[in-house]
């Protein structure tokens, strides 16, 4: 089965053509990092604007990438939610009008559950039950999987999600906008142990986190720092780099402990912050420390992606999946179900 | 010639299929979210028609201005419905589409105005003379007391529901609509059905709102 993925559920449209039995075919990402830079951020009716001019050239693009015939695609997909309404209804509307002129079926398709698949995209994929760390500008949630569509939510962010802080310390910092890979940059050249800041949830039991109380201490060292000196480049790499090191331990620990609890001797890491360096090396470390196995994407397919969301309708059309209409801004991810028993 | 109209600028949705002379039609007023119902009723006339998709000649939408989401939702239906069938496609205004439908009770001078909401309308001017309109000025956005019919008022009807949204505040001289008239698949068909016999069509990419409403994002500086 052949599967067109279409994803537009922020600022990213991205297009992919999956092949049951040959992979990816072809993928295609166009960022709407530009237009909403000068916003700094994501600007809702500017990116639903982006859409409908960019979603129908990356598809004759990808489709002709992946020398696919229309008549050779045997379903669709597209990202339903959870997300910005306004960009899901371009993505949905297009792809469940494309696969009515075309009399093939069309699935929605959860946008973290594509996140969480995106491992699987990879030449060496995990085999389940996994626990997956997704993290993203949205989302930070841990999740044991037990199979596609079978996921216990373990925890999640209670206030800002890890790449959304990112972002915000980055904006502090007088970073250009998106922060979140531009403060990771910065961090590298700053110094570790000069700022040391709370791990904000590691005093108490749980696996819930919070990254708003981390920003507020970073805005606040920030503040005293500067009352004796500029903000000059070493201060604010030395800021970077403290944040950074406060999120990934924050992020690791929570890793460590989910391990320990479900007995799960696998890792997947998705989503944007998936892609951070410092995050990848200390899930490595910590894996190797227990024998656990880690699993991450390449960074193009931790970021939004059309390839995940081909993939994840691939398992739910392969099972006669159909549908899953309105698209929703918030959509649980612990509410869906194996692929075949999704009621919508 | 077989021409499909789509149309979901405001409340009222609105879909009409033309197969040669024989014209079937369907409406439906709701607040927003008109995707799902537009789809199924396109699915609806073309099987009842018994006329695949690609049997048509073209797909006639509303471009707009109107509701921002409406219109994106008809621009993605028909590019995915163009493209999947290879149709051309026909973009035409939702004013024009006013204007026509007025244009069928008579000549003379129409303006088409449209409540764009935030204090606004979206107007137009247009000339009709034996049943066709051609316009007179372009399509703006701007405050109601704002709208300015081309030389002598005189003898000018409205049409559209800006002067339901803004009671009084629309130029003297200008004939009120008796009710609020809104955009409708079927002054669209008449006007696609002109253009495909002109032969003016376009690939399915051209199937883009037009919103006429583009400062859409507050200065940071402002409030409110």
Redesign the interface.
């Known amino acids: 089965m052949r599967v067109l993925g279409i994803e537009s559920s922020c600022d990213e449209t991205a297009v992919a053509v999956y092949d049951g039995a040959q992979g990816l075919l072809a993928h295609a990402l166009h960022s709407q990092v530009a237009l909403h830079a000068p916003?700094g951020g994501v600007?809702p009716?500017?990116a639903?604007?982006d859409h409908?001019?960019k979603?129908?050239?990356l598809?004759?693009d990808v489709l002709n990438e992946a020398g696919a015939a229309?008549e050779s695609i045997d379903g669709l997909a597209y990202t339903a939610g959870p997300g910005l309404v306004?960009a899901l209804?371009?993505?949905?509307?297009?792809?469940?009008?494309?696969?009515?002129?075309?009399n093939r079926p069309c699935v929605g398709v959860h946008h973290m559950e594509g996140h969480l698949l995106a491992p699987w995209l990879e030449p060496h994929a995990p085999d389940f039950p996994v626990l997956a760390l997704l993290v993203s500008g949205g989302h930070t949630l841990l999740v044991a999987v037990e199979g596609v569509g079978d996921y216990r939510l373990l925890g999640e962010s209670i206030d800002d999600a890890a790449g959304e802080a990112f972002d915000k310390v980055a904006k502090l910092l007088g970073l250009p906008y998106p922060g979140g890979p531009a403060l990771a940059a910065l961090a590298e050249t700053g110094a570790p142990d000069r700022f040391h800041f709370p791990r904000p949830m590691l005093d108490r039991p749980g696996l819930d986190f919070s990254f708003s109380g981390l920003k507020t201490a970073v805005l606040y060292a920030a503040r005293e720092a500067q009352a004796e000196a500029p903000l000059d480049d070493r201060l604010r790499a030395d800021l970077a780099r403290g944040f950074e090191e406060a999120a990934v331990a924050v992020l690791a620990e929570k890793c460590r402990r989910a391990l320990a609890q479900t007995g799960l001797r696998r890792l997947v890491v998705a989503g944007g912050v998936g892609a951070n360096r410092r995050l990848r090396a200390a899930l490595l470390q910590m894996g190797a420390s227990l024998g656990v196995e880690v699993f991450y994407p390449r960074p193009a397919f931790c970021t939004d992606n059309g390839a995940m969301i081909a993939l994840a309708g691939y398992h739910r059309l392969q099972a006669g999946e159909r549908g899953a209409?309105?698209v929703r801004a918030r959509w649980p991810i612990d509410s869906l179900r194996p692929p075949g028993q999704q009621t919508g | 010639m077989r021409l499909l109209a789509i149309d979901g600028a405001t409340e009222q949705a609105s879909v009409a299929l033309w197969i040669d002379g024989a014209v079937m039609y369907r409406e439906r007023s709701a607040p927003g979210g008109h995707g799902d119902w537009l789809l199924a009723t396109v699915h609806e006339v073309l099987a009842q028609a018994e006329c695949p998709l690609t049997a048509l000649d073209a797909l006639a939408f509303g471009r707009g201005p109107g509701s921002f989401t409406g219109l994106r939702v008809v621009a993605a239906m028909v590019q995915g419905l163009a493209f999947g069938a290879d149709l051309g496609v026909i973009p035409v205004s939702d004013l024009a589409m006013l204007a026509q439908a007025e244009a069928e009770r008579g000549d003379g001078a129409i303006v088409a105005a449209l409540d764009a909401r935030m204090g606004e309308v979206y107007w137009s001017a247009f000339q009709a003379e034996q049943g066709a309109i051609r316009a007179l000025t372009g399509e703006t956005v701007s405050p109601p007391e704002a709208v300015r019919v081309p030389v002598g008022a005189h003898g000018w009807r409205g049409t559209g529901n800006a002067w339901l949204a803004y009671p009084g505040r629309l130029p003297d001289g200008v004939l009120q609509p008796g009710a609020a008239t809104l955009p409708s698949a079927r002054s669209l068909m008449v006007l696609g059905l002109a253009q495909l016999q002109a032969g003016k069509v376009s690939p399915p990419e051209a199937a883009l709102p037009v919103y006429v409403r583009d400062q859409v994002v507050r200065s940071s500086q402002k409030t409110g």
Do not use: I, K, Y
């Open positions: 916003h600007v009716e500017l639903s604007r409908v001019r979603l129908l050239p598809v004759r229309p306004g209804l371009v993505g949905a509307t297009f792809a469940q009008s494309l696969a009515l002129a075309w209409g309105t």
